[in-house]
């Protein structure tokens, strides 16, 4: 149990400014600019609006600079900002079918229409620390080809759909999906509430637990089937237009993780699919987040529950780092009174205890005593 | 807000695509050199609020909420009565008032032509341009994978 305390508010209000001048640092050096975040450091961007679960880059890069760089501090500054705006409604799906590609990539087939984009990626970097960036770069232009890249390019699932080798996903729209932003969590949880959690959940902990069931802790066999990232056009229908309207853009990431499955008495042996979708560039993330929507799949595949990424209460329950690094850091704040009567209870505990062994033993009591 | 099929676009929505994608700061500079501007007053005053972002299962199957975003939405009314609309993603109330103002300008005759000349030409031809640039670089990128037999 938690007793408040009062009291403290200089030391509080001093404590803050010193946060303030440690934020600015050293102040010959010049000051960051929220441009500068967002255009050097836009792979924390991206993980800040895909956790924080709010798309907006300039707020996102605020955030950032008001955390000193702590990510999981800048999505808990954006969660909080975004319980302040109110809700016009929702988009209509995006069609990532339709995404104007960026970067993509499958490990499943070598040749694909529309080819293998490489893009932005660190991928096929050494890991050599880069030196030449210490100082200020010239910074290289990238070349261009001569031709754009198709404009549409089909989904490796859908290639292997055309044979009947991997499930279908079925289109089931019948109801509004379920929102755990408006209605708490309950188990056993629906495929797109377990996305939505996953979407906006810590990368640490998807990673985690995706590597445990790469490692056997819940078997899932997983291929990239394709990894794409780009930007896909947002579209929603404003009641009194009756008509859909593009509001804008967003980049996001989408993996698509083919699974082997044995099938089942009902069910001929063919591929699984794992989904994974993120705002912005978040590779690692939307592949974890693949790995674990199909690992999550288990008992609805009839397959033996016995993992922890397998367990949808154990993983959707903690994947919140805004809720889990709260629970933790709690336990920072004063808890006097609560350690108070724990401190009670022990010295009595050990009383009692001293007192029945002082029945059996009158020499070791005192001994015990003296201890104290 | 409920799904529809899609139809081919009508040449408001597509305009009103091109202002909700322009570069805030572009828009601002051809806005402000754009001569004959109508008077208008606000309907529904700049408001900004969040969207909820959905996806697809697999890109295809059942629906689910991906994260919100934040969308400025606003009414004008022109001195004639034509009145213009702005839904534009992020928080700029200039951005949505000048779109809801150059939506109904673009419906009305006396402006129609000058406005789509002079504002939805350049900022097309400003998403065109860096779209075909993203797009040369990312096909610079493409790559030719070999899969060799090893041993015997």
New interface residues.
Partial sequence: MYVAVKGGDAAIENSQTLLAEERRGDKRVPELTLDQIKNQLSLSVDRV??EG????R??AALAIKQARGDIVEAIFLLRAY?TT?????????????KM????RISATF?DLPG?????PSFDYTHRLLDFSLVENSDSPV????????LEEMP?V??LLNDEGLIEK?????EHE?F???RNSLKFPAS???R??NL??GDEGFLLALAYSTQRGWGKTHPFAGEIRM?EV??E??????G????????T?T?C?MVNQFKGSATIPAQFT?G?G???GHNERKAMSMGIL?RSLRSKELGEAVNAPAQDEEFVLSHSCNVEASGFVQHLKLPHYVDFQSELVTVRALRKASTLSEDNKDSTDSKNVEAAE | ????K?LAR?NR?KW??VL??ADTELLNTLWCDLQDKPSWTNIRAP?????????????????????????T?T?IRLDNGISG?A?????SALKAEQSAVLDAMLQDDRYATATFTNIIKPLKNAIKKQ???????????????F?MARGK
């Fill in positions: 609006m895909a679960s709010l798309y907006d300039d707020l975004r705006l109110p809700r016009f409604g929702n988009t209509l799906p995006i069609d990532t079918a104007q590609i960026r970067r070598k080819g293998q984009i490489l893009g990238a070349e261009e080809a001569s031709e754009n890249i989904r699932t859908e996903e079925i289109d089931v729209n999906p929102d755990v932003t495929r797109e509430a996305l939505q979407a906006r780009g056009g947002v929603i229908i404003p009641e009194e237009l008509f859909p309207i593009e509001v804008g853009e967003i996001v989408e698509q699919r989904y979708l993120t705002f929507d | 807000m409920k799904e529809t899609k009508t929505q009103m695509s909700a994608k408001e900004t609020g969040m969207v909820m972002v959905r996806g697809k299962a697999g890109g295809v199957g059942t629906n689910f909420n991906v994260g919100e975003m934040p969308l939405r009414t609309v839904y534009v993603r992020g928080r779209k075909a640039s993203a797009s040369k670089k990312a096909a610079k990128t493409k790559v030719e994978f899969t």
